[in-house]
């Protein structure tokens, strides 16, 4: 097996594990002190479960990356190895969002602040040098000066990290989204030649695979089924926006210059983002506050279709596989440009022919 393929495999294994252990803990843990999401009207489930499973994320991710980069070291007689500066303050930023999801899903917190903290973390990396400054040719767009491309990175990452957190209100939604998307930014870096950020995918995709097992096949009355919560979806999206704006930098030091960058990361994130737009677009059209949660998103209009919630959450993963794939045919044979503007129309129609299958099934249970 070629070594950079054991590297690859080493953290994700090791982080499973870690995910096995930790989650029954977490699950004992929020069952003595009571640490339940409680159902309420704009929820679907029934029943109080506990909701701090992704306090197992980060600490899986890193405990599997430090010890993959110490058989790194081991093996070729590294002494030692070089952290650059964007490397240390996305640590300090991932901290931050992690430790404000662990402390809304302990004690909750107001959407101003978490929104506050998101912004401050996202704030750090074009301060280290780590920003967009290439469109490659979105609306004919190319290289963009700094004083664009750090703004453009902090409402970047903040809308990726909140449209992961909202798109998490059925079991394995977030979670498979991430781990899709995961794989895609994997072999983006795997291409690129940048081992050391597979390493830490692998790492974070590890501890997906436990979560899952215990979101979706656990049962309630076992007390083995949790969430992730804030502290998992807050990092999850925090972490796909830092790969996301890392693939995306021209940055011919590091990675040679590929004009199909923005489109393949763009597209490993179509569905979270382009439904919290949809979403946003609905509540300003009937004049509700933006932040404000409903059942207006795509897994809500799934279930009131008629699916069950696994079978909405095999239909968006399917979707999701969809529009990389359209994407990066689409992108071809036209621009970037136009690739956007078909998904935005293909998008809409999918969601109105939901809406209209949504009305004709609510007709017929009215006349029955």
């Known amino acids: ?151 453009m990175t902090v409402l970047t990452i903040v809308f990726i990290d909140n449209a992961m957190n909202l798109i998490d209100g059925i079991d394995g939604l977030c979670a498979s989204l991430s781990l899709l998307a995961l794989i895609g930014f994997l072999l983006c870096f795997w291409q690129q030649g940048l081992f050391t950020y597979c390493i830490l995918i692998s790492a974070l995709a590890g501890v997906l695979i436990p979560y899952l097992y215990f979101n979706v096949f656990g049962k309630t009355e076992k007390n083995m ?65 933006i932040f404000n949660a409903d059942k207006n998103h795509i897994h809500h209009k799934m279930i009131r279709a008629g699916l069950s919630m696994h079978q909405s959450l095999i239909v968006i993963l399917y979707l999701a596989i969809f529009f990389f794939f359209f994407n990066i045919i689409l992108y071809s044979v036209i621009g970037i440009s136009w690739v956007l503007i078909a998904d935005i129309v293909l998008y809409t129609f999918i969601h109105l022919s939901i809406n209209v299958f949504i009305m004709r099934k609510e007709e017929k249970e009215d006349l029955t």
């Not at 998101?118 to 301060?127: D, E, T, W």
């Open 1 to 151: 097996m070629p070594i950079n393929l054991v590297l690859i495999i080493r953290p994700f294994f090791i982080s499973i594990v870690c995910g096995f252990v930790t989650i029954p803990l977490i699950l004992s843990y929020c069952k003595k002190k009571k640490l339940f999401d409680m159902p309420n009207a704009r929820k679907i489930h029934t029943t109080n479960v506990p909701r701090l499973g992704g306090i197992s994320f980060m600490p899986s991710m890193v405990l599997s990356f430090i010890i993959t980069l110490f058989f790194l070291s081991d093996q070729y007689q590294v002494q030692k190895i070089e952290i650059n500066l964007w490397s240390l303050y996305f640590m300090i930023s991932l901290s931050m969002i992690y430790s404000v999801g662990i402390i809304d899903d302990l004690i909750g917190l107001s959407a101003n602040i978490k929104f506050a903290v998101q912004i401050l973390a996202a704030s750090l990396l074009p301060v280290a040098g780590l920003y967009i400054n290439n469109l490659y040719g979105l609306f004919g767009i190319y290289e963009i000066p700094f004083w664009i491309g750090a703004p």
């Open 225 to 289: 089924k949790i969430f992730m919560g804030d502290s998992g979806s807050l990092t999850l999206g925090f972490i796909l926006g830092f790969l996301f704006v890392k693939y995306t930098m021209d940055n011919r030091a590091v990675m040679p210059f590929c004009e199909d960058r923005m489109i393949k990361a763009f597209s490993l994130m179509i569905v979270p983002t382009f439904d919290v737009i949809r979403v946003i677009l609905h509540r300003i059209k009937f004049k509700q506050p």
